[in-house]
């Protein structure tokens, strides 16, 4: 399958200097990758952006209290506002499916979910395993509990989970990439640690929605 040039660019948070390594993506690497439903039936990476453009957000785990928080707000998204830019929201953990079910059912995410318990994509985009702190970073906007409280929300969760594991490489980082329609990729952003998520609302703008939304309450619509 024919592909353009890979983006090598990493766009990041703000405006003030962060040190990233290159972004390289190539899509004919990871388009065959099979990710799973929550039915456990496969199909290849590609099938979520040949059509129309895709926001493909990779999670650390499904157990992670930031990713928890962070897909609380992407459920916050207006179907309206993502079916008139013409663009699929998709996210992708690396855990068995059969954790999919319960983690809509705990953060109400409406949209499409799948995983990659094998890792195949996260290793071949480079996706950080460990992580990377820096001083000048700022908090993530759509992270609201604290470390402490964070974590014994995350080990409780693991305690009364019917299947007791960690729901994925806790080590392993998580990202964004903006494809389609086609093999064009727009934009990627690699995660250097768990609260280095990127701001949803310039998520949404990278792929072209016009609309800006306020998620600090409930959602509303800001024409700019």
């Known amino acids: ?105 705990l953060t ?25 702190f820096m001083e000048s970073a700022p908090p993530s906007p759509h992270v609201k509990s604290s470390m402490l409280v964070g974590h014994m929300r995350s080990v409780w969760r693991a305690v009364v989970s019917p299947a007791f594991d960690f729901q994925g490489d806790p080590l392993q980082q998580g990202g964004v990439l903006i494809a389609g329609p086609g093999s064009e990729v727009h934009f990627a952003h690699l995660d250097m640690n768990r609260l280095d998520h990127m701001p949803i609302t310039w998520m949404l703008q990278q792929a072209g929605v016009q609309e800006t939304l306020d998620l600090s309450d409930k959602p509303r619509i800001l024409h700019v």
Not at 80 to 94: C, H, M, N, P, S
Not at 114 to 128: A, S
């Open 108 to 132: 109400g995410y409406p949209y499409e979910i799948y995983v990659d318990p094998e890792r195949c994509i996260y290793n071949k985009l480079g996706m950080q395993r460990g992580e990377t």
């Open 1 to 105: 399958m024919a592909t353009e040039a890979p983006i090598t660019q990493q766009i990041t948070t703000d405006h003030r200097e962060r040190t990233r390594p290159c972004v390289i993506i190539r899509l004919e690497e990871i388009e065959d990758c099979l990710i799973y439903n929550r039915h456990g039936v496969s199909f290849h990476f590609k099938e979520l952006y040949q059509e129309r453009k895709a926001i493909i957000v990779f999670v650390r785990n499904f157990l992670c209290y930031t990713c928890k928080e962070y897909v609380d707000d992407l459920s916050r998204i207006p179907r309206d506002v993502l079916k008139e830019a013409g663009v699929r929201l998709v996210v992708i953990g690396q855990s068995a499916h059969r954790h999919i079910e319960s983690f809509c059912s």
